[in-house]
């Protein structure tokens, strides 16, 4: 990769269907937040 190359990280957030866990118990919409991300490349 060249010294311009750009990466643009996606956060995903999994609903289940209710296999694994209770849905939530109200109608509201499902938010995320996400205070620090962090990415890490290996040393050449």
């Known amino acids: 990769m060249g010294p311009d190359f750009a990466a643009y990280p ?3 957030l999994s609903i289940s269907d209710g296999s694994f866990h209770r ?3 109200s109608g509201d919409p499902v938010t995320m937040e996400c205070d620090l991300i962090m990415i890490e490349r ?3």
């Open 10 to 12: 996606i956060l995903n």
């Open 42 to 44: 290996p040393q050449r």
């Open 23 to 25: 849905p939530p118990a």
